[in-house]
């Protein structure tokens, strides 16, 4: 059967999904922490901290919101635990579950994601993941990649030669890097105006075009 010769392997963050959309229902997640121990209200305590997000703050988001309310910037190392701890709100986004239902049935599908597996691993639940793909590699530390075991790791699970495997990730040097220079094809995840990643054998702008050009890489 074709889909046991040859494996689609995914990254998780900013490639399947959005980041940016855990770390905005983190600071959901925040608002009502603080309201919770605070009593400061949270809508204004979550609009706060969007705004900080998308008005030039990053980073400092947790800061922001800390002075606007008057309270210690001391605090913040306890709202960051908050955001890394919550049980995140994430959809799956329609062009994932797209791409992932069309490779599932002629490919092996498998996820490798950098960071802790106990907020990797409430991602995945949130997004539903599961259900799309066949193996999923957690990978932190000194095993994160672009260190080769979380790749050959998931080949191995898949029970697909590397040659024939393709790696989907945004990262030039975790994602492309990593993975071809143990020999798999990968595809680049840019996004609009990021340039090719130079080890790409393909750049996509949308996760939507993966299947088509998976099929001609790995025919």
């Not at 069309?102 to 498998?110: F, N």
């Not at 530390?141 to 697909?160: D, S």
């Not at 990262?171 to 080890?199: E, F, N």
Request: hydrophobic letters at 45%.
């Amino acid at each position: 059967m074709l889909r046991d010769t040859r494996a689609v392997i995914f990254d998780l963050d900013d490639t399947i999904y959005p980041l940016e959309r855990f770390v905005l229902s983190g600071f959901d997640a925040v608002a009502s922490h603080l309201e919770r121990l605070f009593q400061v209200p949270r809508e204004p305590a979550r609009h706060v901290l969007r705004s900080a997000f998308d008005g030039g703050h990053r980073g400092s988001e947790l800061q922001v919101c800390l002075r606007h309310f008057g309270l210690p910037e001391a605090l913040a190392p306890s709202l960051v635990q908050v955001i890394r701890g919550h049980q995140p709100s994430l959809e799956l986004p329609a062009s994932a579950a797209h791409a992932l239902s069309a490779m599932a049935s002629t490919w092996r599908v498998g996820i490798v994601t950098n960071g802790p597996v106990d907020i990797q691993s409430r991602k995945v639940a949130a997004l539903g993941l599961s259900d799309f793909v066949d193996e999923i590699v957690f990978a932190d530390g000194e095993r994160a990649k672009p260190a080769a075991a979380p790749f050959l790791e998931v080949t191995r699970r898949l029970r697909v030669p590397v040659r024939r495997s393709i790696f989907v990730g945004n990262d030039p040097v975790c994602d492309v890097y990593g993975a071809w220079r143990l020999g798999m094809k990968t595809i680049h995840v840019a996004g609009q105006p990021a340039a090719s990643a130079l080890m790409a054998d393909a750049t996509v702008h949308s996760i939507v075009e993966v299947p088509d050009i998976a099929e001609r890489l790995v025919a």
